[in-house]
């Protein structure tokens, strides 16, 4: 077992256990709410099930950064990871529920959107009104129920933290909840705009929408999936909240975090469903304004963009058509500029954990290598 | 002005001041993100520009309740009680606007709606896609950025409280958010539960409606509304988490929150709509099981039990049908015994003010005189 399977191992299953108590100590304590909290609990047991606890190892790392090679392990499995870990995945479960009845998903990690959930027991139920009105909105105060319970849990984390580190602990996970509501907004409002019409400066033209999707790209996810994690460990940690060592790792985390995500878009579109598990195509169905889409937008003719045009924001679209517009895609140059841009992300994060090094941040070598390794995992990936 | 005048005053004033710097602040903050941050933050700032600020009141109320009379209104002016009465009114607007989708709610606070207000936005600026849903997908997301918006907020009020208290204000605060969010899908749920078939035995049904009925009140609204503001306000001024004054103070707030609640389920039947501000009967049209619904249950027969099937959960009835409703309500008793429950539950209130007092909690004059108030207050309201 290498050292970052190691490392991950040991934060999945203390985070799992953490998980499993959270939501039993609920099911103790709403146990006279009769079948309602079992119905909100099971649902959120299942999703939880699921998941890779990326976030949750990113923000161990962090906060056993400094722990010397004796302790380290012990900081990993330990209560304050296990409940930091606890957080981010419940504030995730969460974020995924609420993005479901946006995009009106069907699936979820392998089992049906929450939303998909509610609606089919109230079917089978035969009770009053609405299955699907009904299914959204037990989503939603699912969803709720969850952000708060992040909240919850991140208490009991911080309760196992050092005095000092806890409020700026806190308030960085609050900010990133807050930036995330921002960044899906900004997703859904971009999804929404009419695409530039044929008359436009179709360079001028991708360049703002390769702006605006950077945006989104930061917002939603880089930073939520890689720097918020990161952070809020190393703040936990002891790191200074304002010193030479957190810009650095900030650095690393947005820089990974955006070549994780346009690895991940490249993937909507050229993925192979079979490892990806989404259907090929979906991105550009759902009319997502890509970084992707934004370089095809400035290289190809007006014939590879009324291709584009055909399918973008059109759930009808043919496996033909969508075959089309990836060609489009691969044949202007607009993949292999995205491939360069993931690249100059990676070097970029790459750098960065060398300065962090330089800077004396007080890394163990455990620390760095696993930040290296998370890197390597993040940005290469091809599933 | 009276006393209480003079509390509210105050609490208003700071708490107002609080809520545009935190709205400020965050439009200094995402100027980057172009017109959706302003989007968003100005559709809060409409919303919180209404609202009565009672939770913010109650808080400052028990936050201040041990300080002696020189310092009193300096506290309940000061930055600890804005900012929890600011953390507070920003976790009841992300409630309402969750809410408001739920019920699919044309007006809050006299203006349209949030989903509505993004919906015709998205109209009236000809994007693509449907622009109900995307109303709703905008308000999910900015109900979610104020949730976690009341988290950073209450954060800034925490430091202006003792170190000690931090750790049991917080908890309070993400246990109360997480049971809302219990509260409003056993209603939602409730809701959608068939009505007890004709043949059943009504008497034991119409109990079994009246707890459902009040679980729902407990933890939708009455803790919510009242007993947790306090409780939340009393631990960060300093009162010990589990003793007799706890006790004692939680008593009283879900006593008057019981009451506040069932007068304004009484004030949904046969309240006058000019002075309510919403539409007599709306209670019913939406199918609302409330302890009001349940008693009336117990007590009329078969020709009045099908008057109220036909108006309950039927967006379409007439006033004519709410009319006759109303009257069964009344005539059978059902609305006498309601106002016994309702002053059973305001008594209840007051003898728990005077075991607070007996318990030597340490409460002053003018709090404790504030506190008999807001019972009078929450409990007689007619409108």
Redesign the interface.
Known sequence: MTQIDRTMSLVRRAVDERISQAIAE?RDE?S???P??A??LDAAADLLGGGKRMRAVLAAIALSATADSARREDVLSGRACAGLGAALELYQAS?LI?DD??D?ALTRRGLPAAHRRFATA?RGS????DAE??G???A??????L???A??EL?AA??QCP?GT??AG??A???M??E???G???D??T????LPDEGADHAAAGRAMEEAAL?VVR?KSARYSVMHPLLIGALLGGLPPHGEGARRLAELGEATGIAFQLRDDELGVFGDPARTGKPAGDDLRE?KRTVLLALAWQRCDAGGRAILRRVL?NTRADPAEIAAAAAIIEECGARAAHEERIDEHAERARRALEALITAEAGLSRSATADLASVISLLTDRSA
């Open positions: 609920r709403w006279d709410a009769g309602a909290a119905e909100l974020a609420h009845v946006i009106g109230h035969h009770w009053l009104g009105a009904h959204r909105s037990a939603i105060l699912l969803g709720d129920l952000l708060s319970a909240g919850s208490g911080l309760a005095q806890r409020a806190r308030a996970f609050d900010a909840a807050e995330v509501a921002l899906q907004y900004l859904v409002r999804e929404s705009l009419p945006a917002r009319g924001a």
